[in-house]
């Protein structure tokens, strides 16, 4: 039997975007969400928990509970009709859907609402540098109605460029009092669809994602986190933030999460670690592996 979560957790993951929308809107013509006032790109943490829902159920073959399921006339099953699958159990539901056990849900079932809150939480994400909103008109090839001889325009919004930091908690303690069992092993397959998974959105909205840093800091104490990991990491370039093109043109100043993560040394049981070969790391202005300055802790180098 895997093994229930004990320990808390902190998970910082950075992908960048080239050429493609990472999360529409769709009240604002699916414009990729920008905080107006910064120019910062926002990802919600919905879409990221879709990449991770995504990648278990279709490259995993794991029961994922919110997922996209439509009956023969094309009408989206309701979450009243997919308790069916599940003979209306809640148990049944948290015991068999690892999207449950990891995120939780609301589940109204026979006049009662059961509500879970998920030991995994996110932040939404944002972009480390100010981004170009980018407009693109096109044309298509086929006609898009029978009446008409030729085809028609296509338009989008963009970001030639994107690099984005996520945060998120396993907390423990909200998975033990509402007695989900969440396991190392969901975990474990969280860290995995969230590398893969964002490698593997390849649409034509979607296509040019990146995973580039995944880091998990696993506590030794009970409760004890060091928080914001995400605001302790920021870019070096010699270009405008909007002129950013690839990962390539910055470098990933850690300098403030190398020292962060040393002042909480002995409460840290280990740190879990990925990164991508194209990323370039400094500390104090002066590149460095990040390996060697994890010296002294428990490393895990990740394999996904």
Known sequence: MAEIVKNRSEILFLYDVTDANPNGDPIDENKPRIDEDTGINIVTDVRLKRTIRDYLYEYKGLNVFVREIRDEDGNLWTKEKRLIDFNNNPQKIIEQCIDIRLFGATIAVEDKTITLTGPVQFKFGRSLHRVDLTYIKGTTVMPSGAEKKQGTFTEKYILPYSLIAFYGIVNENAAKLQEIPLTESDIDLMIEALWNGTKNLISGSKFGQMPRLLMQVISKDNNFYIGELDRRV???????????????????????????????????EKVRLKYDERVTFTVNGEDKKIEDLLQGFKLEMLVL
Do not use: G, H, M, P
Not at 239 to 263: G, H, P, Q, V
């Open 234 to 268: 920021s870019i070096v370039s010699d270009k405008n933030d909007e002129e950013i093109r690839d990962i390539s043109e910055l470098k990933l100043d850690i300098t403030k999460l190398i020292n962060a993560l040393k002042d909480n040394k002995e409460r840290i």
